[in-house]
């Protein structure tokens, strides 16, 4: 099993930053790729970015690329999303989750933290 906590929202004007965590524990040892995905009201679950555990390659949706870091301390067993130059469209709940795989879909995702809120206000 693979515990997630994140950290780090809240509520910050258009053209703002926030950085969120997210702090691993348990069997750190089967993951393969750490992700961020946000979910707006009345929207599906989207991907944001994702970071392979050991190697840090990183991927990003279109949306936030240029714009959003996602990066990983594996001696804190952490990874993190620095989000700037912040858009309100990019107002949602933001979860972290951790996969065996090197995939963006939510379905592929095991582990699940239990998601921080951002909001953009314009």
């Known amino acids: 099993q693979v515990q997630l906590v994140e950290s780090g929202g809240g509520l910050v004007q258009a053209g703002g930053s926030l950085r969120l965590s997210c702090a691993a524990s348990?069997?750190?040892?089967?993951?393969?790729?750490m992700g961020w995905f946000r979910q707006a009201p009345g929207k599906e679950r989207e991907f944001v970015a994702a970071?392979?555990?050991?190697?840090?390659?990183?991927r990003y949706a279109e949306s936030v690329k240029g714009r959003f870091t996602i990066s990983r301390d594996n001696a804190k067993n952490t990874v993190y999303l620095q989000m700037n130059s912040l858009k309100p469209e990019d107002t949602a709940v933001y979860y972290c989750?951790?996969?065996?795989?090197?995939?963006?879909?939510?379905?592929?995702?095991?582990?699940w933290g239990q998601g921080t809120q951002v909001t953009v206000s314009s």
């Open positions: 348990g069997r750190t040892s089967s993951i393969y790729a």
């Open positions: 970071v392979t555990w050991s190697s840090g390659i990183t």
């Open positions: 989750a951790a996969a065996r795989s090197w995939t963006r879909n939510p379905g592929e995702y095991e582990y």
